[in-house]
């Protein structure tokens, strides 16, 4: 599905040998109201659908093989998967990825949740109603929810120890810009974790989640960082020297988005 208005026959050609349909629209509603149409369009759930997943374009990637992200959505185990999760304005699974097995796509809280889904007039509404009101309209009908990635597992790889050089040096540990950021990154991270503030996995943890296989890195981290994450500037080589991932892709595209900000 696009929401562009339109697309090249190329393309559509092309994907029409990847997919069952194509949907053309125009941005309205948000990512939201696109899904729904799809819902609405394709008839879904039909009698042989297993799952539903709803993704968006928010995301670079994937840097790594998709497959065994998805072989890991067990819905002996939830009903729907997300990828990652928040606290912030209220418990939530961040639905740029969204999955929904057999028990949860056949749900009455499905069917209404995605038949009250109107065309939204902000991004702060579709996250307040649709993104946390999904998530919150599924769980008080008694489906699991789970996720992939979760908030306290990521949270608790943010140790004392990782800042054991900056509290014992004598200043000349502090004096490297790069580690300064690396350390004032940690610092703001424990200092949120105690005091209960909540943080943004996709933005914040963007580090601690590609060293735990998450295969994604967020487009809006790199191309604005709205919450000044301090340490961004080493993705490119988290991605090239650890993982093993060539960033040029994702370089490339920055090249038509960034502005005023270097990669």
């Not at 004392?160 to 580690?179: F, H, K, M, V």
């Amino acid at each position: 599905m696009t929401n562009a208005g339109k697309i090249e026959p190329n393309a559509e050609a092309r994907l029409l040998t990847l997919c069952a349909g194509v949907l053309v629209r125009r941005n309205i509603g948000y990512d939201f109201g696109g899904w729904r149409d799809g819902i609405e369009t394709l008839n879904l759930p039909q009698a042989e659908t297993e799952e539903i997943i709803i993704v968006n374009d928010s995301v670079f990637g994937p840097v790594r093989p998709l497959e065994a992200t998805l072989l890991r959505l067990d819905y002996a185990e939830a009903d729907v998967w997300g990828l990652t999760e928040s606290w912030q304005r209220r418990y939530h699974l961040q639905s740029y990825f969204v999955a929904f097995g057999p028990r949860a796509i056949r749900s009455a809280a499905f069917r209404k949740f995605w038949a009250q889904v109107i065309p939204a007039p902000s991004k702060a509404y579709v996250i307040g109603k649709y993104e946390i009101g999904m998530t919150q309209a599924m769980i008080k009908a008694g489906l699991r929810v789970s996720v992939l990635w979760p908030y306290e597992m990521l949270t608790k790889q943010i140790s004392r120890d990782q800042l054991t050089e900056y509290l014992a040096g004598d200043g000349s540990t502090r004096n490297d810009p790069l580690d300064l950021t690396r350390w004032l990154h940690v610092l703001r991270l424990r200092d949120a974790i105690a005091r209960r503030k909540p943080l943004n996995p996709t933005s914040d943890l963007w580090r601690h989640l590609l060293l735990s296989g998450y295969p994604f890195i967020k487009r809006e981290l790199l191309r604005d960082n709205p919450t000044r994450v301090e340490d961004v500037g080493d993705w490119a080589d988290v991605l090239r020297d650890t993982l093993g991932v060539d960033p040029g892709p994702i370089i490339a595209d920055l090249r038509t988005m960034l502005k005023g900000d270097a990669p």
